[in-house]
Structures are given as structure tokens and as C-alpha cells.
Nanobody, 124 residues
Framework: QVQLVESGGGLVQAGGSLRLSCVASGRTFFANAAGWFRQAPGKEREFVAVISWSGGRTYYADSVKGRFTISRDNTKNTAYLQMNSLKPEDTALYYC?????????????????WGQGTQVSVSS
């Protein structure tokens, strides 16, 4: 069992940066792929980025490629999402998720464990 807790959200001006953290409890987190998803008001949840258990593979949504960077520190059971050059359209509730099969996948159905989310708001 893995429990996930996100933090680091907040209000930032367009062009600014935030770093989200996802702290996991459970000894097996290091074996999971870790992903970030987001859901804007009135929209469906969408994939943002994912990183393999070793950190050797990453995959990004086109909308964030070149601006966001996903990373992890397995010694701290933590995954990160560094978000630069933020835009108002990045405003959403950001969720961390873990896939125990390490599939590095953009599909929600691949993720077994989910956090409660952290709000990111970007003003213009």
C-alpha cells in the first residue's frame, strides 16, 4: 500500500515557477512509476508527466514539455514537479499518482495510488 501527499501548490503570476512535492509512505514506493496529473475547473483530469522508478525514463504531455521537469528522490520517498514559465492555463488541482507496475504511462487507469491534490493558480 502506498499513500501519497502532495504539497507546494499556491498562487503565482504568469511566468513564475513552483515546485510540487509528492511524499509517499510505504516501503514499495521506490518500485513505482510516479506520475502527475491535473484537473482544471469544468475539465477532465489530464496527464502531465511521469517518471520511472529509477528515474531513467520520463514522459511529458506536449502542453508542458520544455517548461515542467519531473524528478524523484527514492531515498526520501518523494517525487517532484518543477514548473517554470507558468501560464494561466496551467491553473488546476495537481495530483500525484503511483503505478506499481512502472509502466511510464499517461493513462489514468495505470495508476493504483492517488493523492488528494494540491491547487496551483496562475494569474495573468
Amino acid at each position: 500500500q502506498v499513500q501519497l501527499v502532495e504539497s507546494g501548490g499556491g498562487l503565482v503570476q504568469a511566468g513564475g515557477s513552483l515546485r510540487l512535492s509528492c511524499v509517499a509512505s510505504g516501503r514499495t514506493f521506490f518500485a513505482n512509476a510516479a506520475g502527475w496529473f491535473r484537473q482544471a475547473p469544468g475539465k477532465e483530469r489530464e496527464f502531465v508527466a511521469v517518471i520511472s522508478w529509477s528515474g531513467g525514463r520520463t514522459y511529458y504531455a506536449d502542453s508542458v514539455k520544455g517548461r515542467f521537469t519531473i524528478s524523484r528522490d527514492n531515498t526520501k520517498n518523494t517525487a517532484y514537479l518543477q514548473m517554470n514559465s507558468l501560464k494561466p492555463e496551467d491553473t488546476a488541482l495537481y495530483y500525484c499518482a503511483a503505478d506499481p507496475y512502472n509502466r511510464v504511462d499517461s493513462r489514468e487507469m495505470s495508476y493504483r495510488y492517488w493523492g488528494q491534490g494540491t491547487q496551483v493558480s496562475v494569474s495573468s
